[in-house]
């Protein structure tokens, strides 16, 4: 039996609350490409199959037409959905809806919408971030491995991933011997007056260097992470789930399954260049760059 490529999962369900829109879907290229198109260009030629995008069903009809239509049959991708009582138990989707939640219950739930898309070991990246050619070739032939058991996670300089106009999440990470040890997720970062800080809710700063490795969730899991997956966010309903506005980040799994033995997660440094468009300043240093990029040749005119 031939061996299955490894597969991307694109988490594209987010609300854009921030950046006043929805951004996995705001044309950024010249003829109408996304940021996620360059994702999906960089993984097909490093050696990913099939793509799974995650949407919420009420924006299906404009994502298919403004991201798959273009793809004149160049990739095989299918859609998973991650609404907010998708997988929920209806009592508590109920309450939370009462309570005031908006948005589904984060990164963590996203994946576990797609479980049943995924067959083969699998990358999971965000839509609105651009994370560089060299990324996925170092993370493509990680995930080639015939008995892969292990995760991956591709790191990026703390320095390289701050938005000029106002605070981002990442999760920082600490690693050994070439495998990471723990990642902490912070939810409050920006650069001010001494350097880079996050904001804890109580208003304690804490310092962070420049050259922190964080993660921007370019995570790469065996298939079989599911059942973790499942009890981790099953725990987390138990505990967290009533909060209105509480999130399951998939770097918070990842620290619980390095702190209870259940997974090794390598670490690939690619020294790949990141972006993103959290905020709608962002957006015209996006467009720049992929105009830069596409005139020095690492993408073509057209995509697809």
Request: with cysteine; glycine share 8%.
């Amino acid at each position: 039996m031939e061996k299955k490529k490894p597969m991307l999962v694109v988490l594209a369900a987010g609300m854009g609350s921030r950046y006043g829109g929805l951004k996995q879907m705001d044309a950024l290229g010249k003829n109408g490409e996304v940021l996620l198109d360059y994702s999906v260009f960089d993984a097909l030629r490093s050696g990913f199959g099939k793509i799974v995008f995650i949407i919420r069903h009420d924006i299906e009809r404009d994502f298919e037409a403004r991201v798959p239509a273009r793809f004149n049959g160049k990739v095989d991708y299918d859609l998973a959905y991650q609404d907010m009582d998708s997988l929920i138990p209806a009592d508590l989707y109920a309450e939370t809806k009462n309570a005031g939640r908006t948005k589904p219950w984060g990164t963590v739930h996203a994946l576990l919408c797609a479980k049943e898309k995924i067959d083969a070991p699998f990358a999971v990246i965000n839509a609105d971030d651009f994370y560089g050619k060299e990324a996925f070739a170092a993370i493509g032939p990680f995930l080639s491995k015939s008995d892969l058991k292990d995760g991956v996670i591709v790191p990026y300089s703390l320095k390289k991933t701050l938005s000029p106009k106002g605070t981002v999440t990442r999760g920082i990470c600490a690693a050994r011997n070439g495998s990471l040890i723990s990642v902490e997720e912070l939810t409050s970062i920006a650069r001010e007056e001494g350097g880079v800080f996050n904001t804890a809710p109580d208003g304690t700063k804490r310092f962070l260097p420049d050259d922190t490795p964080v993660s921007m969730n370019f995570w790469g899991f065996p298939v079989t992470i599911f059942t973790d997956l499942s009890r981790y966010f099953d725990n987390f309903l138990a505990v967290s789930g009533k909060e209105p506005k509480s999130e399951c980040y998939l770097p918070s799994f990842v620290d619980w399954l390095i702190k209870n033995d259940l997974l090794n997660v390598g670490i690939v440094n690619a020294e790949s260049e990141w972006f993103g468009v959290t905020y709608q300043e962002d957006k015209a240093f996006a467009v720049n760059r992929i105009a830069e990029l596409t005139s020095q040749g690492v993408y073509p005119d057209m995509l697809w």
